[in-house]
């Protein structure tokens, strides 16, 4: 709803873990959306003076949708501009040792090469909500088949995960 609605996974050895991974989910971001960057998910925590960990985001302001990966003192992302609200998308972002590509809809829309990807110390991974605080990203509509791979997986892989959901009628 926008509000209080997200679902935090414990995770003892953390879901991500600085190997290459895959993040994907079904989002339907509705219009009247307060925060600054919808969270779809995010692994994030602290690293010395800065984060680590991934964040796969909407940014209100732009519009756009954007991976990131934070690597400690900086951080690299890709985004395609486009306005989520208002319909169900598949987006999806894989991160590997030399690149972070994002999906929408089966199809590679952006990617950026990014040096070797920082775990998140923290051992929660976050649906629907950013972990900094609220005003930055809840969430306000519905997110669906929120799946984590250990590995990147090829944009063929990434095509047939949506594939099942589409409605040809």
Request: proline letters at 4%; aromatic letters at 12%; a negative charge.
């Amino acid at each position: 709803d926008g509000t209080d609605d997200y679902v935090k996974i414990d995770a003892s050895s953390g879901l991500v873990t600085g190997a290459p991974f895959t993040v994907s989910a079904w989002a339907y971001l509705e219009g009247g959306t307060v925060d600054q960057y919808p969270c779809i998910m995010t692994d994030m925590g602290g690293c010395g003076s800065g984060s680590a960990g991934f964040s796969l985001i909407h940014n209100k302001y732009t519009p756009a949708v954007v991976g990131l990966s934070y690597y400690c003192t900086s951080y690299h992302y890709a985004l395609e501009t486009i306005n989520l609200t208002g319909r169900w998308y598949h987006i999806a972002m894989t991160v590997d040792q030399s690149k972070l590509t994002l999906y929408r809809d089966g199809v590679e829309r952006a990617s950026r090469a990014t040096p070797l990807f920082t775990a998140s110390t923290q051992i929660v991974m976050w649906i629907g909500w950013d972990n900094r605080g609220p005003g930055l990203g809840r969430w306000k509509g519905k997110l669906d088949d929120i799946r984590v791979y250990q590995g990147a997986l090829t944009s063929n892989d990434i095509n047939s995960l949506m594939e099942p959901f589409l409605d040809y009628d």
